[in-house]
């Protein structure tokens, strides 16, 4: 597809979670939180998974990073299937991935100081002195726009924003390869947002990062994305670059979400594609496609074969049987 | 408002864990009902540490001609029992035995709860097992199940101290239990096992921190259960033995001379209600100084 190297492959990934009831603990059914997820991440590169919530954006990234076991599909990192792997095995492949939460108040251990828990990282993985690891933690800091003295404190006594940059600086202690950003700006208002934005984008530069970059806001994702994942109910509905699908969204589900975005210019009037209904439950999942339900433009064929992946252009991919 | 944003700001210039004690042990110091209770349970610890000092005569020495002296009376503080021995000397080392008996009993049961409650709250496997173990404890009413373990073990304060430990571990383990299930659902548990630390590693530096402050909280109440159950143990005469001066113990020998030296019963029962007062409020205390919520409240 692409030229350059592909750094992550990722299979027709799926993620059931079971639903356990009665005494016995019944399995009685799924919550297909990630139904079927193809897509190449090139190394370098800035792929958006953007989707309303609940359908399976942050499953799907902590499932690549194995913080969730993955049902089936195959998920391929620097061309090494480590989808199967045990915990154990998948300790070095750690290194080479990690993420960023959405929470950034959250996502810090509140009863250690930032800088023991940057060290922690360094302990777990290198065998660098305590000298050499104060250092590089100092670097580290300095590198995120934070002071060396921080490191002291802890995270309560912190901005959202300068949380966000030691979870930042956490995520790139150990030199990664894929930087997955669950949300990562979300929880930040919008100045803020801005700074992190070209922190992660600076870093990106300077470390070679390639960022899985999940998020609602279509926006955020325009302005720092390479290429787009349109994600609905756990499978992707569109994929394509950025400017593919901005410029000429082809399926239904796209064209309606970016209709959704406010518009700041008066008097020019856009179309507005409103979906009727809810996002269906993902433990009763859609028959066919499973956009069917809220499609404006559904067929009765719709409901009964799911639609394939096709490629239409060079590199953009769409799930839909009327394009 | 001015004086919180100062106030944010002196915390922000902490840079130390003494400094975080330090607004603890502020935010107690002004709860005076939890101010109070430090200072009986402060006493108690001089009455049990200085015993031997403190004491006017050997507790264990009869004098016949002495006995049942009220308060006061020919030089004893508080009088003398039915034998003649000296109160207030019996007193202060029922207060050894109250201590040693609640401090040991309760932290075994803390050791046993708090590593049960952790495995049951980390690990799904063992969290059924674990739990209904705990259950089946919780059904028994604890004073039964104290009396239980010493008909079997037999009647000492070693096996009361053996009894009481068991009894203070459901509590604690579900405590634990509860604060590590919704902890180890936190990002930063997540973050550290992105990161590939190891369970151990996970449960013993990232989950326990964040779960002592529930921990302490009910440690301190449950020295106020212990106590008093100790000292109602010995009241039945399943705990320490005559002569042994136990509060608990000292309460039952008064009873048969209520009428002519009421003091005999009177001093040991409203020593054990101040100690038990003083740990229920210091640990209300310690339960509203470690809320972190009360972080921004803070002035």
Known sequence: MTNQQSLLEVNELKKYFPIKKGILQRTKGYVKAVKNVTLQVSEGETLGIVGESGCGKSTFGRTVIGLEKKTDGDIKFQGENIGDLSDRELKKYKKDMQIIFQDPF????????????????????????????????????KEVGLKEEYKDRYPHQFSGGQRQRIGIARAIALNPSLIICDEAVSALDVSVQAQIIKLLKDLQTTHDLTYLFISHDLGVVRHVSDRVMVMYLGTSAELGSSDQIYSNPLHPYTKALLSAIPRPIPGVKKERVRLEGDIPSASEYPSGCPFHTRCPIAKAHCKESIPEWREIEEGHFVACHEV | MATNVAASED??????????????????????????????????????IFAPVLQTQDPYQQSLT?????????????????????????????????????????????IGGVLLGLLAGYYKKLDGIIMRVVDLLFAFPGILLAMLIIAMLGTSLVNVVI????????????????????IKKQEYIMAMRAVGASNIRILFKHILPNCTAPVIVYATMRMATTILSTSALSFLGLGAQPPTPEWGAMIAAGQDFMWSAPHMSIIPGIAIMLTVFAFNVVGDGLRDALDPNMELSDN
Not at chain 1, 110 to 117: A, N, T
Request: proline letters at 1%; glycine letters at 10%.
């Open chain 1, 106 to 141: 959250a996502s810090l251990n509140p009863r250690q100081r930032i800088g023991d828990g940057l060290e922690e990282v360094l302990k777990i993985h290198t065998t660098l002195s305590k000298a050499e690891r104060e250092q590089k933690v100092n670097e580290l800091l």
């Open chain 2, 11 to 48: 915390v922000k210039k902490s840079t130390n864990k003494e400094k975080n004690t330090i607004v603890v042990v502020k935010r107690i110091l002004k709860n005076k009902l939890a101010v109070i209770g430090l200072i009986i349970i402060f006493i108690l610890f001089i009455m049990a």
């Open chain 2, 66 to 110: 002495e006995a049942e002296l009220g308060i006061g009376e020919q030089g004893y503080i508080l009088g003398t029992d039915n034998y003649g021995r000296d109160i207030w000397s019996r007193m202060v080392h029922g207060a050894r035995i109250s201590l040693v008996v609640g401090i040991t009993s309760v932290s075994i049961g803390l």
């Open chain 2, 163 to 182: 009894a009481i430990s068991i009894w203070s571990i459901p509590g604690c383990a579900r405590i634990v239990r509860g604060s590590v299930l919704s």
